[in-house]
């Protein structure tokens, strides 16, 4: 026969059990819900476990991942970062035609396929979308420093993780696109800092910072899940 105290201690055990399940869960919808907005990732309009790096193209290697970076060789120097869907762009440029490229990754590994939009850009700089290039190039008139994006988009027509050769530029061409990222599927952007020259554009070269000139350039992206099948 049980006494009423092993009866009474394996009740304890049965509510403790229980009780640490419950604690369990809770613990683990809480730790997936920040997991996407812990540095390096990225979150909007739903959670998404995003994994996103953001580079300087300092080589010349011919392709990473399905991009051709041959050419992209940056002149200048830079740094990138990523915080909630928000690819924030630094350069410092020593003279009028060096250039910053950054390779932006970012990879579903999310159990939901999403696409992304584009929310906005933004600058520190005196820089606005200009002349024939419509929303594509934004530039500074007075001093000839510019940036640019571009998104290499993934072709949703493909089984898995297909990928178009060419690059889609532009405020209202990425933001109509459509661009979906399928499950485990890795997205890429190259994001592009420039000090036009002067001539080129008409303009009297402006003299040149003893400290160089710097450039802030913000892409900031929309995640939002895409239509079920």
């Given at each position: 026969?049980?006494?009423?105290g092993?009866?009474?201690?394996?009740?304890?055990?049965?509510?403790?059990?229980?009780?640490?399940?419950?604690?369990?869960l809770?613990?683990?919808?809480?730790?997936?819900?920040?997991?996407v907005t812990?540095s390096g990732?990225?979150?909007?309009?739903?959670?998404?476990?995003?994994?996103?790096?953001c580079?300087?193209?300092n080589?010349?290697?011919?392709?990473?991942?399905y991009?051709?970076?041959?050419?992209?060789?940056?002149?200048?120097?830079?740094?990138?970062?990523?915080?909630?869907?928000v690819?924030?762009?630094?350069?410092?440029?020593?003279?009028?035609?060096?250039?910053v490229?950054f390779?932006?990754k970012?990879?579903?590994?999310?159990?939901?396929?999403?696409?992304?939009?584009?929310k906005?850009v933004?600058?520190?700089?005196?820089?606005?979308?200009?002349?024939?290039?419509?929303?594509?190039l934004?530039?500074?008139?007075?001093?000839?420093?510019?940036?640019w994006?571009?998104v290499?988009?993934?072709?949703?027509?493909?089984t898995?993780?297909?990928?178009?050769t060419?690059?889609?530029?532009?405020?209202?061409n990425?933001?109509?696109?459509?661009?979906?990222?399928?499950?485990?599927?890795?997205?890429?952007?190259?994001?592009?800092?420039?000090?036009?020259?002067?001539?080129?554009?008409?303009?009297?070269q402006?003299?040149?910072?003893?400290?160089?000139?710097?450039?802030?350039?913000?892409?900031?992206?929309q995640?939002?899940?895409?239509?079920?099948?």
């Amino acid at each position: 026969m049980y006494d009423r105290g092993d009866l009474m201690t394996k009740s304890n055990k049965i509510l403790l059990g229980a009780f640490s399940l419950i604690v369990a869960l809770m613990m683990g919808y809480a730790l997936f819900s920040e997991s996407v907005t812990v540095s390096g990732t990225s979150t909007a309009k739903g959670h998404f476990l995003i994994t996103s790096t953001c580079d300087v193209i300092n080589n010349d290697s011919t392709y990473v991942g399905y991009v051709n970076v041959s050419g992209f060789k940056s002149s200048g120097t830079g740094s990138c970062k990523i915080e909630n869907g928000v690819v924030k762009t630094t350069s410092t440029l020593s003279k009028p035609t060096e250039k910053v490229n950054f390779l932006v990754k970012i990879h579903n590994e999310d159990s939901n396929n999403f696409n992304i939009n584009l929310k906005k850009v933004t600058s520190s700089n005196n820089m606005t979308p200009t002349g024939a290039s419509g929303d594509i190039l934004y530039i500074d008139m007075n001093t000839g420093l510019s940036a640019w994006y571009r998104v290499y988009k993934l072709d949703s027509t493909q089984t898995y993780c297909g990928h178009t050769t060419s690059s889609i530029r532009g405020d209202s061409n990425v933001s109509s696109a459509g661009i979906l990222v399928k499950n485990d599927c890795v997205l890429y952007m190259i994001i592009t800092h420039s000090w036009e020259d002067a001539a080129q554009l008409g303009l009297a070269q402006p003299a040149v910072p003893a400290n160089g000139a710097t450039i802030n350039y913000n892409v900031e992206l929309q995640f939002e899940q895409a239509p079920m099948n």
